[in-house]
T-cell receptor
Framework: KAGVTQTPRYLIKTRGQQVTLSCSPI?????VSWYQQTPGQGLQFLFE???????NKGNFPGRFSGRQFSNSRSEMNVSTLELGDSALYLC?????????????FGNGTRLTVT | DQQVKQNSPSLSVQEGRISILNCDYT??????FLWYKKYPAEGPTFLIS?????DKNEDGRFTVFLNKSAKHLSLHIVPSQPGDSAVYFC??????????????FGQGTILTVHP
């Protein structure tokens, strides 16, 4: 079974631009979550999508948004990029059953904002 | 407000010995706990988890212990191998949390296993 796939692996953008990151979950997984990892703040939850609906949201500004498609693939968008948005962005998927199940992560997209 | 804390930034262990990684939490609503391992340039890899109804869970060389009264959990790796060298993250979720994809992570502990 293929794991969580994120594209692109690396991205360089300029302040003020916008960026879209893509994530394909593990086959059969219906929940997709996004996380930001920075040296100062560690791993922080951005939001989670299930059945094309945002079900949970972390404490990030509205410049961070996402969506999920009917095939469970997800995209994350950051508008008006700031230098502080430079980070590793991780996508995770889970089966999202009623019992606890672990999140499985992709290898991330390294975003650098100059 | 750091709800999950890993107070040891790093740990160095000899091959074959036991590695013990510690994690403390403050949120009483957490009821599911996980450990992840992360290599540079890769995403976190799930290792082992434990529900708050248990105090121990084993999987091969990995054992997680949970002390709810102390709000403390630990990961034991026995025997340690050089390939275990990585950053280890403790994570927690509230009731229904993982079904909503939301984990709260600690800052990580760098484990180095020397041959």
């Amino acid at each position: 079974k293929a794991g969580v796939t994120q594209t692109p692996r690396y991205l360089i953008k300029t302040r003020g631009q916008q960026v879209t990151l893509s994530c394909s979950p593990i086959s059969g997984h219906r929940s997709v979550s996004w996380y930001q990892q920075t040296p100062g703040q560690g791993l922080q939850f951005l939001f989670e999508y299930f059945s094309e609906t945002q079900r949970n949201k972390g404490n990030f500004p509205g410049r961070f948004s996402g969506r999920q498609f009917s095939n469970s693939r997800s995209e994350m968008n950051v508008s008006t990029l700031e230098l502080g948005d430079s980070a590793l962005y991780l996508c995770a998927s889970s089966s999202a059953g009623t019992d606890n199940s672990p999140l499985h992560f992709g290898n991330g997209t390294r975003l650098t904002v100059t | 407000d750091q709800q999950v804390k890993q107070n040891s930034p790093s740990l160095s262990v000899q091959e074959g010995r036991i590695s013990i990684l510690n994690c403390d939490y403050t949120n009483s609503m957490f009821d599911y706990f996980l450990w992840y391992k992360k290599y540079p340039a890769e995403g976190p890899t799930f290792l082992i988890s434990i529900s708050s109804i248990k105090d121990k869970n084993e999987d091969g060389r990995f054992t997680v212990f949970l002390n709810k009264s102390a709000k403390h959990l630990s990961l034991h790796i026995v025997p340690s191998q050089p390939g275990d060298s990585a950053v280890y993250f403790c994570a927690a979720s509230e009731a229904g949390g993982t079904s909503y994809g939301k984990l709260t992570f600690g800052q990580g502990t760098i484990l180095t296993v020397h041959p």
